[in-house]
């Protein structure tokens, strides 16, 4: 077994719709916000964990390749040519068994760039806070009582780093399937990223992302990853 190479894809994401990804509410007062986005402990900024790009990746590959658990658990198998636990890991478990390698996809976390930095800073200034609330009604259709919520939202318009490695590992003496599982699951991941969007609520029109740029060791990809097709669709 050896590192062929990596695949490294960097870039700028931007939302189209306010962010919901929920940090802790161990400070919230009583009468405030019960619903607070992560932020880095150090700097107060809003940032993206990778944890929620990878986990929402994985969540949506499952999907696409048929692998969905019958009680709803994450999938690992003992599958020397799984796509989902070949890209993204598999229990340990599962991993005793199985000489597959490590898990190919680094999903780092996306930080504010510069510009989005000075607009939530200047927000912050104007409003007292460089996010949003978003109040949300839910009604009983009985009685019509409603009962109202709230949730902070990183806004609209703010943009993010983007960063994923992907490790080509030839345990096959050919390396043939680690370089095709790149496109197949992880850059097939992005697209459905784009379909889907990221964070909680995004039924709710939460998340709704798109890249601004997009490369991979130098060479543009935002295009073949936008105009990607999945299951028929090309949106």
């Known amino acids: 077994m050896r590192l062929i190479e990596f695949k490294d894809i960097v870039g700028t994401v931007r939302l189209k719709t306010g962010l919901r990804v929920g940090g802790s509410t161990d400070t919230i007062e009583i009468g405030g916000n019960d619903s607070p ?9 809003v940032y993206i964990p990778g944890s929620s790009i990878k986990g929402k990746m994985r969540y949506l590959t499952e999907w696409l390749e048929g692998k969905i658990d019958p009680k709803g658990n994450v999938h690992s198998c003992g599958d020397l040519e799984c796509p989902v636990c070949r890209v993204f890991g598999r229990s340990a478990n599962d991993s005793k068994h199985c000489l597959g390698g490590p898990t190919r996809i680094i999903v780092r976390d996306a930080y504010l760039v510069e510009e989005s930095k000075d607009d939530l800073r200047e927000l912050k200034n104007k409003t007292g806070s460089d996010t949003e609330i978003k109040y949300e009604n839910s009604i009983n259709r009985l009685t019509s009582e409603a009962h109202p919520r709230n949730n902070e939202r990183v806004p609209a318009g703010t943009k993010f780093t983007f960063n994923i490695s992907y490790k080509v590992l030839d345990i096959d003496d050919d390396g043939i399937i680690d370089i095709e599982l790149f496109e197949k699951v992880v850059l097939k991941g992005l697209k459905a990223l ?5 964070g909680g609520g995004v039924s709710r029109g939460n998340g709704q992302i798109e890249f601004l740029e997009l490369t991979c060791n130098g060479e543009d990809i935002r295009e073949k990853v936008t105009n990607m097709k999945i299951g028929g669709l090309n949106v």
């Open 194 to 198: 784009l379909l889907e969007g990221i």
């Open 37 to 45: 986005v992560i932020r880095n402990p150090k700097t107060g900024e």
